[in-house]
């Protein structure tokens, strides 16, 4: 189980995560995007940093959904919906819970995903963050199932995004402005995936130092 201290944990450890990250980020967008994804999410995610004081004694829902309005009204370009939408399905799960089970992890996902899909009007393939995400999202529901540890669960999901961040290097962009270079895009990561990957790894990073 994922208690609110332990979610308050993890996303002070995402949000340090994404500023570590920030020119990598800003980087992996230069070359096939508007130059600006890691600045906006480092942007949002220290607008989360100066949120997290105030959240404690919340129950789960109440604090993904506060990072969720946070990234919302803090982060320019595509990212800050996406993620926004993301966080905000994810809260709808664990409205009022006071922590999150096993089961839960497997609907948070799914629910950020499909937030994604209406959001972004995309699909798996179109080269976004949805490429490591639905990967993620299979292998943890699966390992899951299996009867398998959540750490477990969360280091096959990671694998997962991994290799979706991988694969996007071999597709052609078929949303946002990575989009307008066609097969130019071909060779390049893409940056919204590679977020997503850094987050999922930071989760499963958290899970094990508590352990």
Do not use: W
């Not at 393939?125 to 390992?143: I, N, R």
């Not at 477990?152 to 995004?161: G, I, L, N, P, S």
């Amino acid at each position: 189980m994922i208690t609110p201290e332990m979610l308050l944990i993890m996303i002070r450890n995402i949000g340090e995560a994404i500023k570590e990250n920030k020119e990598f980020l800003t980087d992996l967008d230069t070359a096939i995007g508007d130059s600006d994804h890691g600045i906006n999410m480092s942007k949002g995610f220290t607008a989360v940093l100066g949120k997290l004081d105030g959240m404690e004694g919340k129950d789960c829902g109440t604090i993904l959904k506060t990072v969720a309005m946070t990234l919302i009204s803090t982060v320019g370009g595509a990212s800050g919906p996406l993620y926004g939408t993301a966080f905000l399905k994810a809260s709808s799960v664990v409205n009022g819970k006071v922590y999150i089970d096993r089961q839960d992890t497997i609907q948070i996902l799914y629910e950020a995903i499909q937030g994604i899909k209406s959001r972004g009007k995309a699909e798996k393939g179109d080269k976004t963050m949805l490429d490591a995400l639905v990967p993620a999202y299979e292998a943890l529901k699966a390992a899951i199932e299996n009867g398998e540890e959540i750490i477990t669960a969360f280091e096959k999901a990671e694998k997962a995004a991994k290799e979706g961040v991988e694969y996007t290097k071999t597709i052609i962009a078929r949303k946002g402005r990575a989009s307008y270079l066609g097969e130019r895009s071909i060779g390049h990561q893409d940056p919204g995936a590679t977020s997503s990957f850094i987050i999922i790894r930071t989760i499963t990073d958290t899970l094990k130092e508590a352990r």
